[in-house]
Each structure stands twice: as C-alpha cells, then as structure tokens.
C-alpha cells in the first residue's frame, strides 16, 4: 500500500468512527431524554448521521435509521465471535465460504441475546459448517475498527476462540455454500468484514503456543 493509500484509509476509517460516535450519541439521547425539543435535536442529529454515512454505503438513510431504531437503551458495540478449529494431524484450519460475497472467513457471527459467549460460538460452527466443537480458550478480542476489516454501519467487538473438533460431519448452510480445511499459509480469498488472514495466522500461533495470553484491541 503506497503512503497516500495508506493516508486514505486512515481518514476513512477515522471518518467512519465519527459517524459512529454521532449516531451513538444521538441514539442514546433519544433514550435518556424526556424534553420534546430536545428529542427533535437528536432526532435532527441521528438524520445527519444517517445522510453522512450513507453516502459511502449500499443503504439508504432510511434504512440506516430503520436499523437504528431497533437500539434501544444505551448504545454499545454489538459482538461477534470467530472459532479457530485446526486439524491435529496436519495444522489445517476449518474455512467455511459466505454464500453473500463468495469469500471465505472462520465460521462464525454476530451473538445473539441470551447466548453465552461459548456458546455463541459453538452454535456458529456448527450451523455454518456442520461440526460440533469445544471452546477450548478466549483468543483475541478485537475492535473491528483497529484490524484491516472493510467499513461497516456498526461498531463492534470480535471475540476469536480456539476450539477442538468433538464430532458432526462438514457441511454448508443457507448462509455457507462450502466449507473446508486450509493450510494457514496459503489462504483462499478472505472476506475482510468477517477475518483477515492476519488473524487466522494469530489464531495458528495460539493454537501452537497455547500459553500465550488472550489478545485485545
């Protein structure tokens, strides 16, 4: 990446946060006050938001909002959890490819209410690839916005676990047409948004060094 690509994707991803943090702030507003001239200031506030950031999205303000209003109290990143399973015998690591862009990542998403965080992930691999697994360590957690991933309407957590193969056979699902295991060093197309090759190289590290300890930021 040459200097100035770099320079633009750091104003890019500094934009996005303020984008972020903006409709935070608006939405957490529109929670907490109780004064109608100051709900029409965050309602005000939350539409620019909803203008700046769709000008560099596929989605409309509209829709942004639409999303927004499903927050409700104060506004936190949402959390997604990634499980690294590598085969004992030969170090590969189970892939599954994303039915929406054709790319690959580790199987997982974004954890769902009343999930524990293991389980969430457990549920994960096996839905999208067929296997039932047992998390054996909290790898990483890592702010989206601090590791190469492509932009995204939301800010949010990533949670990678190490996790060992219990049983099940590989399969895909409706949101994955194809799974199987890589060699970490010679990675198939990765769908950025989800995991970059850089983690799935951490995530081997860990899996061979497992005292190392849990990664964060």
């Given amino acids: 990446m040459t ?17 972020h943090s903006l409709q935070a702030l608006a939405r957490t507003g529109l929670h907490f006050c109780s004064d109608e001239y100051d709900r029409e200031r965050y309602e005000q506030v939350e539409a620019i938001a909803a203008e700046l950031l769709a000008a560099g999205a596929r989605v409309t ?8 209003a499903a927050e409700t109290g104060y506004v936190t990143p949402k959390v997604e959890v990634r499980g690294a399973v590598f085969r004992a015998d030969d170090g590969k690591v189970l892939l599954v490819r994303e039915a929406l862009d ?9 954890a769902d209410v009343n ?3 293991s389980g969430a992930v457990r549920r994960e691999i096996e839905q999208e690839a067929g296997l039932r697994t047992r998390v054996a360590k909290l790898a990483a957690l890592y702010d989206r916005n601090a590791h190469g991933h492509t ?11 190490l996790c060992e193969e219990e049983g099940g056979e590989l ?10 295991f890589f060699d970490p ?8 948004g989800r995991c970059t090759p850089a983690q799935v190289l951490r995530m081997r590290q860990h899996w061979l060094e497992p005292g190392i300890p849990t990664d964060f930021d």
């Fill in 151 to 161: 932009p995204s309407t939301h800010h949010s957590w990533k949670a990678f676990f």
């Fill in 171 to 180: 399969r895909g699902s409706y949101e994955t047409d194809a799974v199987d």
């Fill in 3 to 19: 200097e100035d690509a770099a320079g633009d994707a750091e104003l890019a991803a500094r934009r996005l946060a303020l984008f």
């Fill in 102 to 110: 054709g790319l690959w990542t580790l199987p997982g998403g974004w």
């Fill in 115 to 117: 999930d524990s965080p």
């Fill in 61 to 68: 303000p509209a829709e942004l909002r639409r999303d927004w």
């Fill in 185 to 192: 060093l010679a990675l198939p197309p990765m769908s950025l």
